[in-house]
C-alpha cells in the first residue's frame, strides 16, 4: 500500500549532491518538502528547481527544508544545479538526493514495485517519479501532489498550501478554497457555537455547518 495522509514517512540514507543524509535525521525539528523528477538535464524539471531555489527566503521564514529527488547520480546532479543557477538567477542552496536504484521512489510510492529502469533510460521511463510531499516535523504525511510529464508545478500552491497545513495544524479550523494567509479560517465541525466564540471570539454564521472567524 502506498503513502497515506499522517503516515509517517519511510527513513532512509541516501546520497546526495551535499553528502550522504539520513532522512528523518535531516528532517529533525523541521517542516520539509521533498520534490521529485524523472531526470537531470530536463526542461521542466529545470524551471521547477528554479522555482524552488528563487522562493529559498520563503521556506526560510516557514521553518522548513526543501529536498530534490532525481534518478541520477551526484555529479550529474552537481553539473544540472549549474543550469538551474543560470536559468533561474537563484543559489540552488537544497541538496538533491541520487535515486539511481530507485529505493527512494519505491518506498515514497512513485513508481510500481517491479519498475525497472533500464541503461539509457530517458525521463520517459520514470515519468510517474513527479511528485511533491509535504512532511510535518513529527515526520508525518501531510500532503501529497503528483503531476504528470506535460504540466509544470506551481510552487506558489505549494507554497499556500504549506501555510494552510501549518495555519491549521494541531487546530480545530480548516481553510476554505483559494484560502491564502491572513484570510478567514473555517471552524470545525467538532466545535459547537458556544465553544468556538468560547475558543476564537466572534464566529461568522455563513450556514449551520459553515462558520468562520479571523484567524488568530
Avoid at 63 to 76: H, P
Avoid at 117 to 137: H, K, L, N, Q, Y
Wanted: hydrophobic residues 45%; proline residues 5%; contains cysteine.
Amino acid at each position: 500500500m502506498g503513502l497515506r495522509i499522517n503516515d509517517i514517512v519511510p527513513n532512509f540514507t541516501a546520497a546526495t549532491d551535499q553528502g550522504t543524509i539520513t532522512f528523518h535525521d535531516w528532517i529533525g525539528d523541521s517542516w520539509a518538502i521533498l520534490f521529485s523528477h524523472p531526470k537531470d538535464f530536463t526542461p521542466v524539471c529545470t524551471t521547477e528547481f528554479g522555482a524552488v531555489a528563487q522562493l529559498a527566503a520563503e521556506w526560510e521564514k516557514r521553518n522548513t527544508k526543501v529536498i530534490g529527488l532525481s534518478v541520477d547520480g551526484v555529479e550529474e546532479h552537481k553539473g544540472w544545479k549549474s543550469d538551474i543557477e543560470a536559468f533561474s538567477g537563484a543559489a540552488a542552496g537544497f541538496p538533491i538526493i541520487a535515486d539511481e536504484g530507485l529505493a527512494v521512489s519505491k518506498a515514497f510510492d512513485m513508481l510500481p514495485a517491479e519498475a525497472y529502469m533500464p541503461d539509457g533510460r530517458t525521463a520517459a521511463d520514470s515519468a510517474s517519479v513527479r511528485s511533491v510531499f509535504i512532511i510535518s516535523p513529527e515526520k508525518k504525511v501531510q500532503l501529497i501532489m503528483t503531476y504528470p510529464m506535460s504540466v509544470g508545478r506551481n510552487f506558489a500552491e505549494v507554497l499556500r498550501a504549506l501555510d494552510a497545513l501549518q495555519a491549521t495544524f494541531g487546530q480545530p479550523i480548516a481553510t476554505p478554497a483559494n484560502w491564502t494567509d491572513g484570510q478567514d479560517v473555517i471552524v470545525a465541525l467538532s466545535l459547537d457555537d458556544d465553544a468556538a466564540r468560547a475558543k476564537f471570539g466572534e464566529i461568522d454564521i455563513k450556514l449551520p455547518y459553515l462558520r468562520t472567524t479571523a484567524r488568530k
